[in-house]
């Protein structure tokens, strides 16, 4: 039976964290709210395995998560210590986001399982443990609200399952990589998951614009309401969706109430904004004669059409000519090895990003060495793929 400490203070993490930095690999997780049940990204828990015992880290808790959780933060930043994550990219760029920890010596099951190429990515841990060591876990409290206080025991059961079989989920996938000597795939694909660091996206709303084809005209008034019902959200500590839904957003622009009483009236909005002084800053956003400040332009290097909508002539045909010659390569790819191998090295994305930067800046050197063994194979020019356009 598995130990499993659940630890509410900064001094058992110090504690714990002491223990931590001593073993050679350590299985993680996270759980986090992001914009469900209350505002922002928010760590709810963190789960550590080392092997004999799970490690549930409460922040809620805590004082100062910074100070309090800086002995954990250093064992996952010091790379003599293997972390073995599923699917850790979220994780990771909460760790950055919200403290400023960048994970060394990631190994992520979800990375190895992908490049075993079997069957499409994105598995979620709960198949792969099906699929891989053929137990039943139980995934019923993944969607549970994890900063509610206390946390029940299926919530805690739950979350030691994540880390518990991660150290047999790698070893295992593991060997089936070195036998298919891909080793040093996993390898350069986990290395890069070190280089993974948040940035901060200055205009969200242009995303979700973007989803309910907000016209030029209409994106002014677009922002400010999407702007407007953030502010408020941060305010009462909630998800902008319980302020009212995103579908909302473009009904409220393109019929847009004209008065005071018109948004008191306006359905779908949360109390808060039909109340001084959300109201009146809705109003003023809409009255007659209203005209919204501009949305400023993109910078150039993002106002620029497509590489491949810039070109014409001679530079259009030969753009054309590299692609053509990347999906003949995909094509004997897909016959010499599998489909999903060929997508894993030209995917639509990174096509298009060869015919622009050329393979070898865009490419993994696994990837540039299949793209090179599979031309020279079917005796075909890598030279025409390799450098910058």
């Not at 990219?89 to 992908?114: A, C, M, P, W």
Request: charged letters at 30%; proline letters at 6%; a negative charge.
């Amino acid at each position: 039976m598995t130990d499993i400490q659940y630890l509410t203070s900064a001094a058992a993490v110090q504690r714990a964290a002491e223990v931590l930095h001593t073993r050679p690999r350590l299985a993680v997780d996270l759980e986090f709210d992001d914009m469900r049940h209350r505002y922002g990204r928010n760590l709810a828990l963190i789960q550590v395995f080392d092997g004999q015992t799970v490690y549930l880290i409460d922040p809620i808790p805590l004082t100062d998560q910074a100070r309090d959780l800086e002995p954990l933060w250093a064992v996952l930043r010091d790379p003599a210590v293997e972390k073995v994550f599923h699917s850790c990219k979220s994780d990771i760029l909460l760790l950055d986001e919200l403290f400023g920890v960048h994970v060394r010596n990631i190994t992520d099951t979800s990375v190895q399982y992908t490049l075993l190429a079997e069957a499409d990515n994105n598995i979620s841990l709960g198949r792969l443990i099906q699929s891989e060591l053929g137990l039943e876990v139980d995934k019923g409290e993944q969607k549970s609200n994890w900063l509610k206080r206390p946390l029940t025991e299926a919530q805690k059961l739950y979350a030691a399952n994540d880390v518990l079989y991660l150290f047999e989920l790698a070893d295992r996938l593991a060997a089936k990589l070195e036998a298919l000597g891909r080793t040093h795939w996993a390898a350069e694909e986990n290395a890069a998951l070190e280089e993974v660091r948040y940035s901060r996206d200055e205009r969200p709303y242009l995303r979700v614009a973007g989803k309910y084809r907000i016209q030029h005209d209409e994106l002014p008034l677009f922002r400010d309401l999407y702007m407007l019902r953030d502010r408020l959200a941060r305010e009462l500590d909630r998800p902008p969706y319980m302020v009212f839904a995103n579908d909302r957003l473009p009904e409220l622009v393109r019929e847009a109430p004209r008065s005071l009483n018109d948004w008191k009236n306006a359905r779908g909005l949360h109390p808060e904004l039909k109340r001084s002084p959300y109201l009146d800053q809705l109003a003023a956003l809409t009255e007659p004669g209203t005209t919204p400040v501009p949305e400023p332009q993109l910078p150039a290097e993002q106002r620029r059409f497509p590489f491949r909508r810039r070109l014409s002539g001679e530079k259009a045909a030969r753009a054309d000519a590299r692609e053509n010659l990347l999906m003949t390569l995909k094509t004997h790819i897909t016959t010499d090895i599998n489909g999903y191998v060929a997508n894993l090295v030209l995917s639509n994305r990174l096509v298009a990003d060869i015919v622009e930067q050329g393979a070898e800046q865009v490419l993994r050197p696994w990837q540039k060495t299949i793209l090179r063994e599979t031309a020279e194979r079917h005796k075909l020019d890598y030279t025409l793929v390799a450098d910058p356009f």
